[in-house]
Each structure stands twice: as C-alpha cells, then as structure tokens.
C-alpha cells in the first residue's frame, strides 16, 4: 500500500543513491539541479511517464523581490517588503521562520534558475496580483507551468542526473532511529525495486487528490472539482505520520474560482483584476473579487450550482492572452463575446434586468473611485469595461493542499518537538508552506514559492547531509 513505512534494522537494497529524491515537478527537479551542483549523484522518482505534476496545471509563475527583473521595469523591491505582504496574506499565521527564509531566498532561486539553467524569465508587469504590494512574479515566455517543467528537465538531462519515470514510490525503509534507509519503487509491470540512499527528499505534492483527506481537512471541498494532478494522493502526509514528523496547517489550501465550465480550463484572475468582476446565475455579483483567487474557489462554489461568470472586456482580454490558458478557452469556445450588457445576459443565460443592473452599479463606482457594499475599492482599476465585453462560466476548484510536513530553514522534517528526523527533507506541497491554515492565507504563487525556494535548499542540504 502506498504510503507505507518499513522499519528494519539491517536493509538491503538492489542499488544505493547518495540522495533521493520522490517527484519530478517543479520541487523535485529544483532540489535535483541544487543536490547535483553540491557535488551529489541525486536519483528522481516519477510515477508518470513524463514529469508533468501540479506544475504543469499552474501558470508557472515563482513570486520574488529584489530582482534584475524587476528593476528592469523600475520595480524597487524587496525580501521585507515580500516577507510582509505573506504575514500579511496568512494573518500572521505562518511560520514566520519559513516565511523570512522564503522571500529572502526567492529572488536568487529565480536569478539562480536564469543564469545557471537558462530559463527565461521576465516578469509580469502589466497588472497586479491581490495581496502583492508589488509586480513579482516571474515567468517563462508561455505563462504556463508545463514549460516550467520542460524546461526544469531538460536542464537535469543535460547535467546527467538520473530520471526514473513510471516507478511509484509506496514505501520508504527507515531503522528504528527514524533514519531513511531507502525506499521501494513498483513498476508498471508490478516489479519492485529496493533503492537505498544516504538522504531523501520529498517532493510528491499533498493530498488534494486523496478525497479521504480532503474530506477529513478540508470539508468545505470535498466535493469540489479537484483540479490537480491526480498523484497528489497524500503519501507524504502518510509517511510523515508513520514516521512521527508534525504535520502543520492541513486546512491549508489553494482553491481557485476561475475554472472555465465545462472546458476545465483556467482562467486567468488578471480578468477579475484589471476591473472584471463576478456575477451569478441571477445575474448579481456575490463577493470582494479582489480578496484573492483562492478564496474565489469557495466564493463561487456557494453561488447556486456552484456555477459565477467572469466579466470583462476586450482590453482586459488582451492583457490575459499572455497566458497559454487563455488562449486555449478562447480557442474551445469558452469566452463569450457581446456588444452590450444585455446582449451578453442573454448569451449568459442570466436575467438581463438584474445583469444590466450589475453592470451599470460597477461602472458608477468606478467613476467615483469609491468603494461597493462589498468593500472592492474601485479606484485602483477605474477604467470602464466597454464593448466589446466578454464573459466566462467558471466555477470553483481545489487546486493544491498548502498544509503538509513542518520543515527548518533548511527544509529538513521536524518532529513534534522541533527536532529534525535525521536524513528526511520535503519541498513544495509535500512540506507545510506559508499560507496558513486557510484558503485566504494563500497568496498568488506561494505554491511555486515554496516549489522553487525550498526545493533548492532539499537539494544542497540533502546532498551535504549524504556526503
């Protein structure tokens, strides 16, 4: 069974690694080019047959200050400035440790990844994300995450590292010290390998696929459209328990409340951002958009059918069709397109009356620059949507689990009492990152934050330790 611990005293094993490393996305692959320039052999573990993981699901943008990106754009930023804004985002919930370490190590992770690997990054500086207080993030030319990890291994195999794909990872082999000693890897044709290594890094994502987790920390999704990738089964959360690691902020999540329905395509939040809003099937808008995208995902899923649309307009759409996503929904036939407010109600299926009344409510405040009954403040995106306007039926989605393995400043596992187990380290959705318990303690990118920054800290460390 998958997630299982074994417990011997004398293993053996069909092959020995300096380091492993268990998930080939952004975190695995990250921590793999750290261990491997720290002087270390590392062997990735992928259940897929090709690395794709969350990442490749995400817009593959990694939040940082203090960037030559940035002050290309004459962006002054920097590490307390990010470091605030998490505080700010999580209500002083996360581990403020975890939180310093990532904002002070985001930008040389993403100036690391540029100049050693040649990933080419440029910022995104033609609109802001909710809770930044400035434009940070950093992404490749197609704005999408399954680049990011193209390009993540390309840069592996073209410094030899190890890859092992369609092998399944069901138990880690540790001694009675709690000390990994290795791990069995099932085949596609049932086959079981014992690999022995000197340190492991978890980089298998949380739970959001594992719908008894869900259900047990995240009650208010479990039902919810789950738009992850499918091996986020939970076996880090599992094998940390087993092992008597703590585990922290399981309530934690990224949901989203832009997934366009039914294409199951997303769509960018810089519709909502720029001054779209969100209204309901009657036509009416229900929330503060401007609260963040992962607190959409429950916003839309209590609306009637669990159903909202995305309101916006040409100009805005052009903003948006820097992102791959984008383009496919318009490409599937997901974006409505209208030249005024009742003509796309009636394309919507929504009461024109009340739909029209929506409208006509957020344009007057925009023109005061004023605030609305739901305390969007309108004065940071005053322009008026004007035809041709569009729209897209969305719903909301459970993206990721933000809670997982507590981690140090260098990314090895805690138990209960702060210790580190001995050789066990854990990045991205494995380990616990900053957003706090909640869904509005997520903060656009801490997904890839933690993927990025504290994969690198797993590899360089995990490879010290196994030396």
């Known amino acids: 069974m998958s997630g299982e611990v074994l ?15 268990i998930g080939a996305g952004a975190a695995g692959l990250t921590a793999a080019l750290a261990a491997r320039e720290a002087g270390a052999e590392p062997l ?15 817009a593959g ?35 403020p440790a975890l939180v310093e370490t990532l904002a002070a190590q985001a930008g040389a992770t993403v100036e690391w990844l540029a100049d050693r690997f040649g990933l080419p990054f440029s910022l995104v500086h033609d609109f802001d994300y909710p809770g930044h207080s400035h434009r940070r993030m950093h992404g490749l030319p197609s704005r999408s995450g399954a680049e990011l990890v193209d390009r993540l291994r390309s840069a592996a195999e073209a410094r030899g590292i190890a890859l092992l794909t369609e092998a399944r990872v069901t138990t880690l082999v540790a001694d009675r010290a709690r000390r990994i000693r290795g791990l069995i890897a099932e085949r596609p044709d049932g086959a079981r390998e014992r690999i022995g ?52 902020d399981l309530t934690g999540h990224q949901g989203h409340g832009s997934v366009a329905h039914p294409q199951g395509i997303l769509i960018t939040w810089a519709v909502i951002m720029e001054g779209g809003f969100q209204v309901n099937l ?111 039926r969305v719903t909301g989605a459970l993206f990721h689990t933000q809670g997982g393995l507590a981690v140090d400043r260098t990314a090895r596992v805690l138990r209960p009492d702060g210790t580190p187990l001995p050789n066990l380290f854990a990045a991205g959705g494995a380990a616990c990152g900053v957003s706090g318990p909640d869904a509005s303690g997520y903060l656009s990118g801490n997904g890839l934050l933690s993927a990025t920054v504290l994969g690198r800290l797993a590899g360089e460390n995990a490879a010290r330790l196994a030396a």
Request: charged share 25%.
């Open 197 to 248: 290594c000197g340190a492991l890094v978890l980089a298998c994502c949380g739970f959001g696929a594992n719908k008894a987790l869900v259900a047990r920390h995240i009650p208010a999704l479990a039902n919810a459209l789950y738009f992850g990738h499918p091996g986020n089964e939970g076996e880090a959360v599992l094998w940390g328990e087993a092992l008597g690691a703590a585990l922290r």
């Open 44 to 58: 990735v573990l992928e259940r897929d047959p090709v690395p794709r993981g969350s990442t490749s699901l995400s």
């Open 61 to 95: 943008l990694i939040p940082a200050a203090g960037t030559r990106f940035q002050r290309a754009h004459g962006i002054a930023d920097d590490a307390a400035a990010f470091a605030a804004d998490l505080h700010r985002k999580a209500h002083g919930k996360a581990d």
């Open 282 to 392: 009657r036509g009416e808008r229900f929330w503060n958009e401007a609260s963040g995208y992962s607190e959409a995902g429950e916003a839309v899923l209590r609306q009637p059918e669990g159903l909202a649309f995305d309101i916006f307009d040409a100009r805005i759409a052009a903003i948006a069709r820097q992102f791959e996503d984008f383009r496919s929904a318009e490409a599937a036939g997901a974006v409505l397109t209208a030249d005024s407010p009742e003509a796309l109600a009636a394309r919507m299926r929504v009461p024109a009356d009340a739909f029209a009344a929506t409208f006509a409510a957020v344009e007057a405040a925009k023109r005061a620059g004023s605030a609305d009954r739901f305390g969007r403040d309108w004065s940071r995106t005053p322009a008026p949507l004007l035809p041709p306007l569009h729209a897209v």
């Open 7 to 21: 417990f011997e005293d004398a293993p053996r094993f069909d092959a020995e690694v300096p380091v492993a490393i």
